[in-house]
DNA sequence: CTGTTAGCGCGTTCAT
DNA sequence: ATGAACGCGCTAACAG
């Protein structure tokens, strides 16, 4: 099984120079004489020479790789993440390691130790929660680590977001000014700070100042899936709701098809509004109002925080939160 | 920047063994007695001793890391299969670096060869086509690869699929039992022999079977995403069609809703057949008939036939065909 | 069962 | 501008 096993000693004996000349013409040292520079060049092009990233990560103690843990490929709002994410790594020539975790607390860190033993340059992280015990390995591994979409309630750590509260807070104002008096809450696991606490803190405060009592029986928590929103609406519905507002576009559109399919009509006897303005929302029949939030953004300018952490550049502010708004399509009045 | 720096080294001095001695503990090498094998995982343990697994990669020729190129995580066809490949990589211990290439040729080899620098121990490629120049870079490393429904002709690599001939063969059947003589055929690029081979043999087949015209008019080829299938509504409708099978799932949602948005009634008015049946189909509304096939199996079936292939097993098959099916749902009488 | 000794392929001083 | 030599952390024979 002899891989390509030409190395930078092969192309230095056949150039007549030695190993570190074509070391620094590899890496685009200036202090070698343009002849030879050439002359080396050609021996690589013709002895089609790779130089083995193993060996140079060992030697330069940089992978140029960085570790992405995401719940989930699957679900279009962390795949839009990652997208961002993966086009401005291949920006600054890193490379990235996928790795589902399916927002379970211990393959995480499992997930996080295999990729600290890669000894990737840095990581990000999306998922539910920054546990305890997930914040200690972060801090007792000295690599850069930035949050996308996700949130560390002691911002102890990187992390690019959206300001949730005043984003839902924005969403249930809208839906109150279009008359709603019960308005459902309904999302994931609320153990997620952006659900538990930032969300659902938008969401009271909005019915505070119009004289709204809060009231348990509206919110509902439950999984991101299609199946879970069709589901729900019939309590939702029980619960006296006129309107709700969803913290995942998959779930919000099994919601509003469950509302359809039982003979309802949006938006005129319901209303919705979901959260992450995915493409879905404009798949959908009819189509979502939403908050909006730059997906695909969030993963960029993480990955780009990120580098420059990796970078030990100086870094003006560690959690940076991006533009929101809300758009109003078919599900609200 | 000291970054944890505890060496197999310190393990060894600290618990009074050799290197080799912790290098066996470590690897689960059965020659060690139990009782310094004890004494090393302990060493270990109190330590926080983390094996370096590029030191590793480099003396061992080995990184447990393989890599995924894919058009686009954002698109759930391939999503769905990266999650499959992902679930069994970790299965068997390997990583993935996920690369986005935008089905851009150019980029495809770019990215192979930094996969290929990074020594990575399998390659899974997801894309329209395999190019003579990709062929050329594939053969030139003894580096597995194998192909995750994606096709190449000439099946020069492994790859795992489904019968695409078969599948809209059946497809455009159903659709002419229920009635239909002009039926259009929406899809991608017709580069991809996916579609300009197999998908449209299987349509040929099944007009000529049943004696009808094939009608140069009925093939429409566009891009895989919702709005390229919405504008292509009024063109499938001039054409005279009153059915399409269609390749793609967002792609045929879009013309569903392209037809709906024109006051069109399906199944009535008109009928499609998507290929993908991913979890979109059962998103939209109507729900999609389609072609199915087993997305994630595509994918964990895949990297499976990859750790043989790294394995150096024996292959009865390197090309698998998974089975497809076909069902009815509302796009279809 | 355990220790010694070589590399793996490359980056990086330190001389020259 | 270029070369020699050492080391990155670990695996892999080879002895013992």
């Given at each position: 099984?002899?891989?390509?096993?030409?190395?930078?000693?092969?192309?230095?004996?056949?150039?007549?120079?030695?190993?570190?000349?074509?070391?620094?013409?590899?890496?685009?040292?200036?202090?070698?004489?343009?002849?030879?520079?050439?002359?080396?060049?050609?021996?690589?092009?013709?002895?089609?020479?790779?130089?083995?990233?193993?060996?140079?990560?060992?030697?330069?103690?940089?992978?140029?790789?960085?570790?992405?843990?995401?719940?989930?490929?699957?679900?279009?709002?962390?795949?839009?993440?990652?997208?961002?994410?993966?086009?401005?790594?291949?920006?600054?020539?890193?490379?990235?390691?996928?790795?589902?975790?399916?927002?379970?607390?211990?393959?995480?860190?499992?997930?996080?130790?295999?990729?600290l033993a890669k000894q990737v340059d840095g990581i990000i992280f999306m998922g539910n929660q920054v546990t305890d015990s997930l914040r200690h390995e972060f801090q007792r591994s000295k690599t850069p680590i930035v949050l996308a979409g996700s949130v560390d309630p002691k911002e102890e750590v990187g992390s690019v977001n959206i300001d949730y509260v005043a984003a839902i807070e924005e969403a249930v104002s809208t839906l109150i000014k279009h008359g709603n008096k019960k308005i459902a809450f309904v999302t994931g696991n609320l153990d997620d700070p952006i659900n538990g606490m930032y969300r659902l803190k938008g969401y009271k405060q909005a019915l505070n100042k119009a004289n709204i009592d809060f009231d348990a029986n509206l919110i509902f928590e439950t999984e991101y899936s299609h199946k879970a929103g069709e589901a729900i609406w019939q309590k939702v519905k029980a619960a006296g709701a006129t309107a709700a507002v969803v913290g995942d576009d998959e779930l919000a559109i099994g919601l509003v098809n469950g509302a359809t399919d039982d003979g309802a009509k949006l938006p005129n006897d319901f209303e919705v509004i979901t959260s992450n303005d995915s493409k879905?929302?404009?798949?959908?029949?009819?189509?979502?109002?939403?908050?909006?939030?730059?997906?695909?953004?969030?993963?960029?300018?993480?990955?780009?925080?990120?580098?420059k952490m990796m970078n030990k550049e100086e870094i003006d502010n560690e959690t940076v939160l991006l533009p929101y708004g809300i758009v109003e399509r078919g599900t609200t009045k």
């Amino acid at each position: 099984m002899e891989k390509q096993t030409i190395t930078i000693y092969d192309v230095a004996r056949e150039a007549g120079v030695s190993m570190a000349t074509v070391s620094r013409v590899v890496n685009g040292n200036p202090n070698v004489k343009p002849a030879t520079r050439k002359k080396v060049l050609e021996v690589i092009d013709r002895l089609d020479y790779r130089p083995n990233a193993v060996a140079r990560g060992l030697a330069s103690k940089k992978t140029t790789t960085v570790g992405v843990i995401i719940p989930d490929v699957t679900n279009i709002y962390f795949s839009s993440l990652a997208r961002g994410i993966d086009d401005v790594a291949t920006m600054y020539k890193y490379n990235i390691i996928l790795a589902n975790s399916d927002e379970n607390g211990q393959k995480e860190i499992q997930v996080l130790n295999t990729l600290l033993a890669k000894q990737v340059d840095g990581i990000i992280f999306m998922g539910n929660q920054v546990t305890d015990s997930l914040r200690h390995e972060f801090q007792r591994s000295k690599t850069p680590i930035v949050l996308a979409g996700s949130v560390d309630p002691k911002e102890e750590v990187g992390s690019v977001n959206i300001d949730y509260v005043a984003a839902i807070e924005e969403a249930v104002s809208t839906l109150i000014k279009h008359g709603n008096k019960k308005i459902a809450f309904v999302t994931g696991n609320l153990d997620d700070p952006i659900n538990g606490m930032y969300r659902l803190k938008g969401y009271k405060q909005a019915l505070n100042k119009a004289n709204i009592d809060f009231d348990a029986n509206l919110i509902f928590e439950t999984e991101y899936s299609h199946k879970a929103g069709e589901a729900i609406w019939q309590k939702v519905k029980a619960a006296g709701a006129t309107a709700a507002v969803v913290g995942d576009d998959e779930l919000a559109i099994g919601l509003v098809n469950g509302a359809t399919d039982d003979g309802a009509k949006l938006p005129n006897d319901f209303e919705v509004i979901t959260s992450n303005d995915s493409k879905l929302t404009e798949i959908a029949r009819p189509k979502l109002s939403s908050v909006t939030q730059p997906l695909y953004d969030i993963g960029a300018v993480a990955m780009r925080l990120l580098t420059k952490m990796m970078n030990k550049e100086e870094i003006d502010n560690e959690t940076v939160l991006l533009p929101y708004g809300i758009v109003e399509r078919g599900t609200t009045k």
